[in-house]
């Protein structure tokens, strides 16, 4: 076989040009990643593709963007990652060293998104807490002084608010009000905020100096709006329930009436003369009797029917007045 100059000289190039092939090939399928000094990631988790630019098809790409490298610093703290983790990271994803190109600086820091929640926002959450205590158009609340912290940072999401009086035992002195952040529906803080209000109401007061033993009249007590110093429970509201009640202690004008304040009087005595009730659909019996025994409103005490001579048994109504079931 004989051999030319030109035959040579062919197969010189083809073999520099298989070469660069090779070349070309061994630098298409190493891919290609950058990572940056400093990055602001959002999430919990810091994934390769949250700090690095990745040259690479998509397969792989997606692989190696989806590389988890630990925990996201906390807010308003950094993270320091160190070339050595990223590589073991890559190499534990099923990477070879032939695979990838790492290029890094000498210093990567992480920092984690975050968002401004102002005390503002915050404070109105709390308030309207504190005006929903009280389901009672008679009743308002006006809020003294509420202390939130300043605004606060929290990672990037839906921000809910959560406030809540339920546990609060006094409304009546400072209170704690316990408040959870939420970001996408995880909580992420908690902590409690001072508040400070005044509770009004509607109450039974005295119109009059009221002296002990006095049996109360309606026109003894009037409705006055006042600043309540302990539960609603412990005021009354009713004019109602004063009926055949006498003071049990002395009671100046203006000052609320409290169920301490009376007890039931006894508007029955034995041997008085009585007027007897009775009903019968719509019909109304009204006779004349004698009580034989006192009593109270409410009470059960016998009476005797004058013109009949019967003894009833019959429940106290109000002074004078009972009534039986026919």
Known sequence: MKVTHASILNLSLAAVFALLCGYCVQGQSRNLIKVAGESTVNGEIVELGMIARINADRLRGDRLRGITLGYSPGIGSSRELLRPQIELAIKAAGFEDADFSLETPSKILVRRASQN????????????????????????????????????????????????????????????????????????????????????????????????????????????????????????????????????????????????????????????????????????????GEASANGRIGDRISVVNKQSKTVLQAIVVDEGVVRVKL
């Open 117 to 288: 929640i102002p005390s503002i926002q915050i404070r109105d959450a709390v308030e309207k807490a504190i005006q929903t205590r009280y389901n009672d158009s008679k009743v308002s609340t006006q809020i003294l002084h509420v202390d939130v912290p300043a605004d606060l940072a929290v990672p990037v999401g839906v921000v809910d608010i959560r406030a809540s009086i339920s546990g609060v035992r006094s409304l009546f002195e400072k209170f704690q009000v316990p408040v959870e952040i939420r970001i996408d529906g995880k909580i992420v803080r908690t902590f409690s905020a001072t508040a400070e209000i005044a509770v009004y109401s509607e109450v039974l007061v005295a119109a009059t100096d009221l002296a002990i033993n006095k049996k109360l009249m309606l026109a003894d007590v009037k409705l006055q709006k006042v600043r309540l110093e302990k539960p609603l429970t412990s005021y009354l509201r009713d004019p109602a329930v004063l009926r055949g009640v006498q003071m049990t202690k002395p009671l100046e004008t203006g000052k609320p009436l409290a169920a301490d304040s009376f007890a039931a009087a006894i508007v029955i005595k034995l041997g008085d003369t009585v007027r007897i009730e009775a009903y019968s659909g719509r019909i109304k019996i009204v006779a004349t």
